[in-house]
Nanobody, 121 residues
C-alpha cells in the first residue's frame, strides 16, 4: 500500500517562503510520477508541479516554485518562494504508478491528506 504524507505547510507573509515535503512509503519516488496540486476554497484542484525524469510547472508558479526529489529519503519537496495571498490553498502530493505527470488529477493513483498553506497580505 502506497502512502503519501505531506508536511511543511503553515502561515507565512506575502513574499515569504515555505518548503513542503511529501514522504512516500510503499513505492520509491524515483520510479513514480510525482506531483503537487493545490485547492483553494471554492476552486478546483489544480496542478502546480511534477517530476519524473524532468520537472514540470504551472505557469502561475514557474520561477517561484521548485520541485525536487530526494531518492535517499524517498521524498519529493516543493520549495515555494515569493509567496502571494493567491497561493493560499491546501497543497496535495500525488503519485502515479504509470509515470504520468500532468494536470489531470484523475490519472493519479495515490494522494496525500493535504497540508494547509496560508499567505497573509
Amino acid at each position: 500500500q502506497v502512502q503519501l504524507v505531506e508536511s511543511g505547510g503553515g502561515l507565512v507573509q506575502t513574499g515569504g517562503s515555505l518548503t513542503l515535503s511529501c514522504a512516500a512509503s510503499g513505492r520509491t519516488v524515483s520510479n513514480t510520477g510525482m506531483a503537487w496540486f493545490r485547492q483553494a476554497p471554492g476552486k478546483n484542484r489544480e496542478f502546480m508541479s511534477g517530476i519524473r525524469w524532468r520537472t514540470y510547472y504551472a505557469d502561475s508558479v514557474k520561477g517561484r516554485f521548485t520541485i525536487s526529489r530526494d531518492d535517499a529519503k524517498n521524498t519529493v519537496d516543493l520549495q515555494m518562494n515569493s509567496l502571494k495571498p493567491e497561493d493560499t490553498a491546501v497543497y496535495y502530493c500525488a503519485a502515479d504508478e504509470g509515470w504520468y505527470v500532468g494536470p489531470n488529477e484523475y490519472e493519479y493513483d495515490y494522494w496525500g491528506q493535504g497540508t494547509q498553506v496560508t499567505v497573509s497580505s
